[in-house]
């Protein structure tokens, strides 16, 4: 029997939320995914997920088995990733088209610094704009993306879910107290990035509020800085958050909800093979990005 589709249509859809998002990603009929996770649960003697018409989530056994199994899944792609990066002498160019942020600017090019690290011979030429890139047309080889999922003009990768955390400093919440729910936020002054609506739940629970911005910035770390001095309320991704919240500087504000993640995309050209280096690298940022966005996720936000 084979365990190992089980565990990757369970995986897909735990990542993407819907039976048909995993059944497209994977190439596979929602039917077939179905009986996929029946027959996981049936074999694991569990419910895994609670389904209804409008909305999916994981029971707390879906949590854990999704952690174990990512981890276990990573573990075994880096090690033959890493055996084919070991093994193939690369050289000539690879074009970035990234994000910036935490993401662009450390995550990927600390994974991209490792294969350069391997093979001296490649050229990089990493670019932070945020124009449109159309990848069967303009010189761009990888592109990385935070967003919604591609379209199918394009081949990629889903690298998984950015976390988000709402933030005030002190001197905020002692001016002007905290929000007791999230359509409070409308009559607090915020610090706002790209989206002009931020959405919270808990539980089957959905609120959509617009945000009053004091203070507009795409980069994450101005938004951190404005929050812990005192300018407002600030939806800030859980990475960049994290030591503010542990030495004090921020604190969370409505704890009991979950701010809705935003997905990145790894993308590439799908109009004819990609030469043999842009497949390795490729290859190697998708698995150690993975990586990277699990491990930046603080537990102390749970």
């Given at each position: 029997?084979?365990?190992?589709?089980?565990?990757?249509?369970?995986?897909?859809?735990?990542?993407?939320?819907?039976?048909?998002?995993?059944?497209?990603?994977?190439?596979?009929?929602?039917?077939?995914?179905?009986?996929?996770?029946?027959?996981?649960?049936?074999?694991?003697?569990?419910?895994?997920?609670?389904?209804?018409?409008?909305?999916?989530?994981?029971?707390?056994?879906?949590?854990?088995?999704?952690?174990?199994?990512?981890?276990?899944?990573?573990?075994?792609?880096?090690?033959?990733?890493?055996?084919?990066?070991?093994?193939?002498?690369?050289?000539?160019?690879?074009?970035?088209?990234?994000?910036?942020?935490?993401?662009?600017?450390?995550?990927?090019?600390?994974?991209?610094?490792?294969?350069?690290?391997?093979h001296p011979?490649?050229?990089?030429?990493?670019?932070?704009?945020?124009s449109l890139?159309?990848?069967?047309?303009?010189?761009?080889?990888?592109?990385?993306?935070?967003?919604?999922?591609?379209?199918?003009?394009?081949?990629?990768?889903?690298?998984?879910?950015?976390?988000?955390?709402?933030?005030?400093?002190?001197?905020?919440?002692?001016?002007?107290?905290?929000?007791?729910?999230?359509?409070?936020?409308?009559?607090?002054?915020?610090?706002?990035?790209?989206?002009?609506?931020?959405?919270?739940?808990?539980?089957?629970?959905?609120?959509?509020?617009?945000?009053?911005?004091?203070?507009?910035?795409?980069?994450?770390?101005?938004?951190?800085?404005?929050?812990?001095?005192?300018?407002?309320?600030?939806?800030?991704?859980?990475?960049?958050?994290?030591?503010?919240?542990?030495?004090?500087?921020?604190?969370?504000?409505?704890?009991?909800?979950?701010?809705?993640?935003?997905?990145?995309?790894?993308?590439w050209s799908?109009?004819?093979?990609?030469?043999?280096?842009?497949?390795?690298?490729?290859?190697?940022?998708?698995?150690?990005?993975?990586?990277?966005?699990?491990?930046?996720?603080?537990?102390?936000?749970?």
């Amino acid at each position: 029997m084979d365990h190992l589709s089980e565990i990757q249509a369970f995986l897909a859809i735990a990542d993407l939320g819907s039976f048909t998002k995993a059944a497209d990603h994977l190439s596979l009929s929602r039917s077939r995914i179905s009986q996929l996770i029946s027959r996981l649960e049936d074999r694991l003697g569990v419910m895994l997920m609670h389904r209804t018409t409008r909305s999916l989530t994981l029971t707390p056994e879906g949590e854990q088995f999704r952690s174990g199994c990512r981890q276990g899944i990573q573990h075994l792609e880096q090690a033959e990733a890493s055996l084919k990066l070991m093994s193939t002498r690369l050289s000539g160019p690879v074009r970035i088209n990234s994000v910036g942020g935490v993401f662009g600017e450390t995550f990927l090019s600390k994974a991209l610094a490792e294969v350069v690290s391997e093979h001296p011979e490649l050229t990089v030429r990493l670019n932070y704009s945020s124009s449109l890139i159309d990848l069967n047309r303009d010189p761009v080889d990888l592109v990385l993306r935070i967003g919604k999922e591609p379209g199918h003009q394009v081949a990629s990768a889903h690298l998984g879910e950015i976390q988000h955390v709402l933030c005030a400093s002190p001197k905020f919440v002692n001016l002007n107290g905290f929000p007791q729910t999230p359509k409070d936020l409308e009559q607090f002054r915020t610090i706002t990035g790209t989206p002009k609506t931020w959405e919270l739940t808990r539980g089957q629970e959905i609120q959509v509020v617009a945000p009053k911005s004091c203070w507009h910035s795409p980069s994450s770390q101005a938004q951190r800085i404005a929050s812990e001095q005192g300018l407002g309320i600030a939806r800030l991704l859980t990475a960049v958050a994290q030591e503010s919240l542990i030495e004090g500087r921020l604190l969370r504000v409505l704890p009991d909800w979950q701010v809705e993640p935003t997905q990145l995309w790894l993308l590439w050209s799908s109009q004819g093979d990609l030469p043999k280096r842009i497949q390795m690298v490729r290859d190697h940022l998708r698995l150690r990005l993975i990586n990277l966005i699990s491990d930046s996720r603080w537990d102390g936000l749970a």
